[in-house]
């Protein structure tokens, strides 16, 4: 079966940088979306960034466009968050998400179809 296991978390100050991985495995098929989402207390879950793996599609939320950067990692797999310049509101707990569609920027697909990882925090001061 699917499994998504997130890394990386941890605290940080404004300004400052953390960079998330996430290892995927139990699915081969060729391309699906890969994407990281968030979420705070008391709020709804939303989507940060996502990519097709099998290349030449990447989306971005528009409160993190030019701060974070989504890429395949260097495991089969795998996709990382480089998250720069970071504030307050980056806050929250972070998940990695795998569609077994295209629609990679459908963030409300990922809440009826997607497989999840168990998240990992991230917290910004």
């Known amino acids: 079966?699917?499994?998504?296991?997130e890394s990386g978390g941890?605290?940080?100050?404004?300004?400052g940088s953390l960079r998330l991985s996430c290892a995927a495995s139990g699915y081969?098929?060729?391309?699906?979306?890969?994407?990281?989402?968030?979420q705070i207390p008391g709020k709804e879950r939303e989507?940060?960034?996502?990519l097709w793996t099998g290349g030449g599609?990447?989306?971005?939320?528009?409160a993190v466009k030019g701060r974070f950067t989504i890429?395949?990692?260097?495991?089969?797999?795998?996709?990382?968050?480089?998250?720069n310049n970071m504030n307050t509101e980056d806050t929250g707990m972070y998940y990695c998400a795998l569609l077994k569609f295209d629609?990679?920027?459908?963030?409300?697909?990922?809440e009826m179809k997607a497989y999840w990882g168990q998240g990992t925090q991230v917290t910004v001061s």
């Open 57 to 62: 599609k990447i989306v971005y939320a528009d």
């Open 103 to 110: 629609d990679c920027g459908d963030w409300p697909l990922y």
């Open 28 to 38: 081969s098929r060729n391309g699906y979306c890969l994407g990281w989402f968030r």
């Open 1 to 5: 079966h699917v499994q998504l296991v």
């Open 47 to 50: 989507g940060v960034a996502a």
């Open 71 to 83: 890429s395949r990692g260097n495991a089969k797999n795998s996709v990382t968050l480089q998250m």
């Open 10 to 15: 941890g605290s940080v100050q404004a300004g």
